[in-house]
T-cell receptor
Framework: EDKVVQSPLSLVVHEGDTVTLNCSYE??????LLWYKQEKKAPTFLFML????IEKKSGRLSSILDKKELFSILNITATQTGDSAIYLC???????????FGEGTQLTVNP | NAGVTQTPKFQVLKTGQSMTLQCAQD?????MSWYRQDPGMGLRLIHY???????DQGEVPNGYNVSRSTTEDFPLRLLSAAPSQTSVYFC????????????FGPGTRLTVT
């Protein structure tokens, strides 16, 4: 059975802190790993990772994939209150027609 | 360009009632899907479609039906609502026939009493 596990499930930090969110997976026919940010409503796409060791970066957010150890991390540096959200990790498998999501990490950034 | 739209935003049903959640996208995306989101369980795939006329089951299809007669629309039907179907429902679409980089609608909050 496919499995995507995120940790921690929740995290409270102060503005300016750096955080690392983890996602490990066990899926058949891995194709890609995706990160989404969910604030009050719908998830919005952050990154898609397909190759090991290549960092994707967008402003203060970055992510990397390790296909040998089957995990990914999402780093957020110099956190701001606007980073408060649920961060979802999902794995695409097979020919890309299904995503399996993890439970999500609830990040709260306090001023 | 409205993206992915869902109606209604909120709905309350009694046990045993049926209803249809509407989803439409104007991006000419081939792939569309329905998820439900429950506390502590992330998003779970209900049904998906890789193109008009083609649908398939996801992880939790029981109690739900879908059809895809056009590229734009992908309605989700609840046949006989049960309290266990109380959830937030998201529709999503992506270009090509793959599930990657999906664009999500704003969600429908459904309560079954």
């Amino acid at each position: 059975e496919d499995k995507v596990v995120q940790s921690p499930l929740s995290l409270v930090v102060h503005e300016g802190d750096t955080v690392t969110l983890n996602c490990s997976y066990e899926v058949t026919n891995f194709r890609s790993l995706l990160w989404y940010k969910q604030e009050k409503k719908a998830p919005t796409f952050l990154f898609m990772l397909t190759s090991s060791g290549i960092e994707k970066k967008s402003g203060r957010l970055s992510s990397i994939l390790d296909k040998k150890e089957l995990f990914s991390i999402l780093n957020i540096t110099a956190t701001q209150t606007g980073d408060s959200a649920i961060y979802l990790c999902a794995v695409e498998r097979g020919f890309g027609s299904r995503l399996t999501f993890g439970e999500g990490t609830q990040l709260t950034v306090n001023p | 360009n409205a993206g992915v739209t869902q109606t209604p935003k909120f709905q309350v049903l009694k046990t045993g009632q049926s209803m249809t959640l509407q989803c439409a996208q104007d991006m000419n995306h081939e792939y569309m899907s329905w998820y439900r989101q429950d506390p502590g369980m992330g998003l779970r795939l209900i049904h998906y479609s890789v193109g008009a006329g083609i649908t398939d089951q996801g992880e939790v299809p029981n109690g739900y039906n879908v059809s895809r007669s056009t590229t734009e629309d992908f309605p989700l039907r609840l046949l006989s609502a049960a309290p266990s179907q109380t959830s937030v429902y998201f529709c999503a679409s992506s270009p090509g026939q793959g599930a990657r980089e999906q664009y999500f609608g704003p969600g429908t909050r459904l309560t079954v009493t």
